[in-house]
């Protein structure tokens, strides 16, 4: 068992963690959850020893060995294969100890622990871990040093959980990986033999992977049995109760205050004012979990909607060397009101396909299309370290605003997340995930028809991404995603474009169906997704027709989700007021003109889903 006790850890002077405890079962597979900020990481330095608590012990099993993600990539001659093999130090130490050792009594000691730890099916497994993290058995042959940062960031992954430690600490592991790697790993860790602590902010992996949550809030850790899900429900739960227990305390503190400040003149009282002077002292506060609201994402709506399709390909070849095509033969569209999410394997060309798309890339054949005066903003990774570090959000935002006054530049800059003071903070003062922010608002500032989003939750924790599944879900425009967060995916997705082989074809099952085709043996491409034969001209004159007549069905879903979730939030807002406790007693009229008119969104909110329902029913049979 892994024991927290009364543990504090102070860094830089800020109070982290304070007096927190925590028992962690052997064998258990625990997420550890909390906003960024909060110390997560630094609780791991704690566990590995590589940081001293100011109180406080870590104590777990004697011998027990730890495991952690490298900091730094590896690199160097040696092929992938060997440089996952070396993680297993003992097996490698007994090798070359067995090469060299002449007393018959120690190579037989040598060989019995050799087969003990299954050394000899050690190079079979590491291809295997490989494998699953996205390398080919021809990668895995060639030397570390040839593969970028990220890739071998994922070596050291396939390392560490080669190595199975007593104790696997991840601290974001699916940052590295697309989402292939994410669900390969998540059917890993489900299976992992020995205790694992995993930080990350991937809800399906915290619902698939774990079996309990500890979650590090206010300096505090709490254990919670079952999965993320499991926790929210059970911290919301808790959330409420602390809420009215907090009410209660405090109507019996203004009770006790009162009568203290009433009779403590009188010497008569004198003694009863006393003691409830004492009862007030001794009346710990309730700590009521009350979170700090997230800031809203907000992507700005297009002033103009385009006629569809806003973007159509026509036999398009494209690549970056003549005669070297990374994508061929695509025939798609994209209208105003697409979400799309990529599907596929990294370097299988779905960044080359988003920078066709963003018009980054020019096909070598073929058409592309544009809608006239289309605006698209693009936002990847890789351009958080193009950010002006010794810049601010203010500044940021004054270049692309730079004749509008200071309190519109200020309002503009609120609005992507950066009020008052925060916006003079530098960027190098900001966490990533308000560095991923910054980048957001930025690159959808003048209102684009399209967002192509590239890995955007990387940086950001459970409660932003929610945020951003809002912005997204409100955003009238065409949005094209990849990400590992199948979360996010299928919160956001209604159509799904597998890009494999070169081609990018349409994957007609759903999630599930795609995690069952990534984990099966082989990953054979299941039926759904069977390419289909090549369009005549005619047969894709037909399918844009279709789907231009299927443009007003999609409309009508749309504005009935919309009315559906207002109407929603309408209920929660009356329900909210007719609940206080006195209202019918104080004002009767007040209280029947809410019920009424509870009645009545009741009715339309019902209206409003039997319209989605019949829209949606409508739009599968013709597209049938």
Not at 253 to 262: G, P, S, T
Not at 282 to 289: G, L, S, T, W, Y
Not at 322 to 337: A, F, V
Not at 399 to 419: C, N, S, T, Y
Request: some cysteine.
């Amino acid at each position: 068992m892994l024991s927290i006790e009364n543990l504090s850890v102070r860094v830089a002077g800020r109070l982290l963690i304070d007096h927190a405890s925590a028992q962690i079962p052997d064998g258990a597979r625990v997420g550890l959850v909390g906003r960024n900020g909060t110390g997560k990481t630094t609780l791991f330095h704690v566990i590995a020893g590589e940081l001293g608590p100011e109180t406080g012990d870590v104590t777990r099993p004697a011998r027990h060995t730890i495991g952690r993600l490298a900091q730094e990539a590896p690199s160097g001659p040696d092929p992938l294969i060997e440089v996952v093999l070396k993680a297993d130090t003992e097996r490698a130490r007994l090798l070359v100890e067995a090469e060299t050792e002449k007393d018959p009594h120690r190579i037989a000691e040598i060989q019995t622990r050799l087969v003990d730890i299954d050394a000899y099916s050690a190079p079979s497994r590491a291809a295997a871990i490989l494998s699953g993290l996205g390398f080919s058995e021809a990668a895995q042959q060639r030397p570390c040093s040839e593969f970028s940062g990220g890739w071998r960031m994922r070596v050291a992954l396939a390392a560490v959980l080669f190595a199975e430690p007593d104790l696997l600490l991840l601290d974001e592991p699916t940052n590295y990986l697309d989402l292939e790697g994410t669900l390969w790993l998540e059917d890993h860790l489900a299976r992992y033999p020995r205790t694992v602590i995993v930080i990350s902010h991937d809800r399906d992996l915290l619902d698939n992977a774990v079996d309990s949550i500890l979650h590090l809030e206010g300096t505090k850790l709490t254990f919670y049995r079952g999965t993320y899900s499991s926790f929210e429900r059970q911290r919301r739960e808790q959330m409420m109760l602390d809420a009215k227990h907090a009410k209660k305390q405090d109507l019996q503190r203004k009770h006790l205050q009162a009568f203290v400040d009433r009779f403590r003149a009188k010497a008569s009282k004198a003694r009863q004012a006393q003691s409830r002077l004492k009862l007030l002292a001794k009346m710990e506060p309730v700590n009521a979990m009350v979170t700090d609201d997230v800031r809203p994402i907000v992507f700005p709506p297009p002033s103009k909607q385009l006629f569809p399709p806003i973007i159509a390909l026509d036999d398009v070849t494209v690549g970056y060397e003549p005669g070297k095509p990374i994508l061929r033969d695509l025939d798609l569209r994209i209208d105003n009101d697409e979400r799309i999410a990529l599907l596929g394997a990294n370097g299988n060309g779905k960044s080359t396909f988003v920078k066709l798309v963003a018009g980054k890339l020019e096909p070598s054949h073929g058409t592309i299309t544009r809608a006239n005066n289309m605006n698209i903003a693009y936002f990847a990774q890789h351009q958080l370290d193009e950010l002006d570090i010794d810049g601010t959000a203010y500044d940021a935002v004054r270049r692309l605003m730079p004749d509008a006054p200071e309190p519109k530049v200020r309002a503009r800059a609120g609005q992507i997340g950066f009020p008052e003071q925060k916006a003079n903070t530098k960027v190098s003062s900001l966490s990533g995930g308000e560095k991923a922010r910054l980048l957001l608002g930025l690159a959808t500032f003048s209102g684009p028809h399209l967002v192509i989003l590239d890995e955007p939750t990387n940086h950001l924790d459970i409660d932003s991404r929610a945020a951003l599944i809002e912005a997204i879900s409100d955003y009238p425009g065409a949005v094209i995603l990849v990400s590992h967060d199948r979360y996010l995916l299928e919160a956001c997705a209604d159509r799904l474009l597998l890009v494999a082989d070169g081609k990018v074809e349409p994957f007609e099952g759903d999630l599930d169906d795609y995690r069952r085709y990534v984990l099966s043996e082989g990953r054979v491409k299941p039926k759904a997704a069977t390419p289909a034969p090549a369009k005549t001209g005619n047969a894709r004159r037909d399918s844009a027709e279709k789907r231009a007549e299927l443009a007003p069905l999609r409309k009508r879903i749309g504005d009935a989700d919309t009315m559906v979730k207002k109407l929603n939030a309408d209920l929660v807002r009356l329900d909210t007021a007719l609940a206080e406790t006195d209202l019918f007693a104080r004002d009767p009229a007040k209280a029947a003109r809410l019920a009424k008119t509870r009645s009545d969104t009741a009715q339309a909110l019902a209206r409003a889903e039997e319209e989605w329902l019949a829209a949606s029913s409508e739009y599968e049979n013709a597209s049938a």
